[in-house]
C-alpha cells in the first residue's frame, strides 16, 4: 500500500519498520508501567523488552528466510532487507522465548510471573506491526471482490493483515482481564499461546503467501496445531497446581 513513508534526503522512513519501531516504544512503556505498578523494576522490563525484540526480530528473519529457503539462495542480499517485510513469528517466538528466560535466569527474576506480566503487551505489539504488513503490502490474502485493493500486486485482497491486527487488539484485551483475575503463574502465557495459535490457524486459510505443506494445511497451521497442543497441556498442568500468583516476582 504504502511502503515508504517519505524520504529525509538520502534517508527512506519505510512503515514496515517504522511500526516495528512503534510497536516496541508503545508495548515497552506500558508494559515497564505495569511493572511499576506492581513493584517491579522498570529498568528490568525495558531490558527484557529490548533483548527479546532485537532476538525476536533475528529469530522471525531466520525462520522465514529457511521457509523460502531457494529464493534467498538466489538472492542471498535480501536476507538482512528488512524493510521489505519478511518475518515469521513463530522463529522470533522461540529465539525471543529463549532469549527472555536467560535474561530473566541471569537476573534470578521468576520466568512465568514476568513473562504473565509482558505478554499481552506483546499482543499488543503485533497488533501494531501487522499495520506495518498492511503498509507493506506483505502477509497479503487471497483475491477477493469483498477486498482491499494492492497496488503492490495489482489485486483485490484479503485485508489479513488488518483482521490479525484486529484480533490481536482482542487478545491484548482478553489477556489484560485475565491478568488482573487471581491466576497461577504461566497461564497468561500459555493463554496467549493457544489464543494467538488458534488466530493464525484461521487466518491462513485466508493468506495467499503460505502454501500447503502437508495434510492440505501450511507450514504455519501445523506449528500452530503443536504450540496450541503444548499450551492446553501446559495451561492444565498449572491448573492443577491450584497456586495463585503474587506481586512476589523473585
Request: charged fraction near 15%; aromatic fraction near 16%.
Amino acid at each position: 500500500m504504502h511502503p515508504e513513508i517519505c524520504k529525509l534526503g538520502a534517508l527512506t522512513i519505510y512503515s514496515y519498520g517504522l511500526m516495528l519501531v512503534i510497536a516496541f516504544v508503545v508495548s515497552t512503556l506500558l508494559a515497564s508501567a505495569e511493572a511499576k505498578r506492581k513493584g517491579l523494576d522498570p529498568d528490568i522490563i525495558f531490558n527484557l523488552c529490548f533483548t527479546v525484540f532485537i532476538s525476536g526480530i533475528i529469530g522471525a528473519r531466520i525462520f522465514y528466510v529457511l521457509s523460502d529457503f531457494g529464493y534467498y539462495l538466489h538472492n542471498p542480499l535480501e536476507i538482512i532487507m528488512l524493510q521489505k517485510g519478511g518475518l515469521a513469528w513463530f522463529g522470533g517466538l522461540i529465539l525471543g522465548v529463549f532469549s527472555g528466560i536467560y535474561y530473566l535466569k541471569s537476573k534470578k527474576l521468576a520466568v512465568y510471573r514476568i513473562t504473565d506480566l509482558l505478554v499481552p503487551f506483546v499482543a499488543l505489539a503485533q497488533s501494531i506491526g501487522r499495520l506495518g504488513c498492511f503498509l507493506n503490502g506483505c502477509c497479503y490474502g487471497r483475491e477477493s471482490a469483498f477486498g482491499i485493493y494492492f497496488p503492490t500486486h495489482d489485486a483485490v485482497l484479503i485485508p489479513t493483515q488488518l483482521y490479525s491486527s484486529l484480533f490481536l487488539v482482542f487478545i491484548f484485551i482478553i489477556l489484560r482481564f485475565l491478568q488482573e483475575k487471581p491466576h497461577q503463574d504461566g497461564s497468561i502465557f500459555f493463554a496467549y499461546l493457544i489464543l494467538y495459535s488458534t488466530k493464525r490457524f484461521f487466518i491462513e486459510f485466508w493468506r495467499a503467501d503460505s502454501p500447503s505443506f502437508a495434510f492440505g494445511l501450511t507450514l504455519f497451521q501445523l506449528i500452530s496445531i503443536a504450540i496450541f497442543l503444548i499450551a492446553v497441556v501446559n495451561l492444565f498442568l498449572i491448573k492443577n497446581k491450584k497456586i495463585s500468583s503474587s506481586n512476589n516476582f523473585r
